[in-house]
């Protein structure tokens, strides 16, 4: 298993550009998120989905959008980057309700620079 | 808003030493504990879930005190491994899928 992945590792945009962060789980997972990690800060929950075609807002919700059509990927749109989502972005999955299923198992992330 | 609150260290402690790590949370009903590690500029990793009753992991052991909103972690004969900076994690909900992350303490094992 290859576990939960993002595309690309790196990212630098300009002001007001669009892009879509990827993120693939192969474990079957009913759960994924995505939570972005800034100096200082504890990781911060963006959205997050409880199966294929529910997804809802975290606490940091603004200028990201998602959508899971499948169980296996939950992109992140940013519609128009600004350089306060200058971020390391991590996306993760789990499986509540399996034995040990409260692990959150975190993609490596991507690190996102705007100018 | 709900927060976790760490000491952020660093702790610089040498091989083979003990070292306490403590957490409090703000939401009395929270109702699932956890310790993640993170290693530079890596993605965190579950470390432990931590219940009521305590528990160990080898040389890990994780403490909850409901009643003080206090979660600790104590490290025994600490490795140059042991070098990360270990998360506490607060759910809001038994399935852990509605976490709350402090900012993490950081600790240096040196030789």
């Known amino acids: 298993n290859a576990g939960v992945t993002q595309t690309p590792k790196f990212q630098v945009l300009k002001t007001g550009q669009s892009m879509t962060l990827q993120c693939a789980q192969d474990?079957?997972?009913?759960?994924m998120s995505w939570y972005r990690q800034d100096p200082g800060m504890g990781l911060r929950l963006i959205h997050y989905?409880?199966?294929?075609?529910?997804?809802d807002q975290g606490e940091v919700p603004n200028g990201y959008n998602v959508s899971r059509s499948t169980t296996e990927d939950f992109p992140l749109r940013l519609l128009s980057a600004a350089p306060s989502q200058t971020s390391v972005y991590f996306c993760?999955?789990?499986?509540?309700?399996?034995?040990?299923?409260?692990?959150?198992?975190f993609g490596p992330g991507t690190r996102l620079t705007v100018l | 808003r709900k927060e976790v609150e760490q000491d952020p260290g660093p702790f610089n402690v040498p091989e083979g030493a003990t070292v306490a790590f403590n957490c409090t949370y703000s939401?009395?009903?929270?109702?699932?504990f956890f310790w993640y590690r993170q290693d530079c500029r890596k993605e965190p990793k579950l470390l432990m879930s931590?219940?009521?009753s305590g528990n160990e992991d080898g040389r890990f052991t994780a403490q909850l005190n409901r009643a003080s909103q206090y979660i600790s972690l104590l490290i025994r004969d600490s490795k140059l491994s042991d070098s990360a900076t270990y998360l506490c994690?607060?759910?809001?909900?038994?399935?852990?899928?509605?976490?709350?992350f402090g900012k993490g303490t950081t600790l240096s094992v040196s030789s």
């Open positions: 994690v607060v759910g809001e909900n038994q399935a852990g899928t509605a976490l709350i």
């Open positions: 931590v219940y009521s």
């Open positions: 993760a999955s789990s499986q509540p309700g399996l034995a040990g299923g409260n692990e959150q198992f």
């Open positions: 474990m079957n997972h009913e759960y």
């Open positions: 989905s409880v199966g294929a075609g529910i997804t």
């Open positions: 939401n009395s009903a929270s109702q699932s």
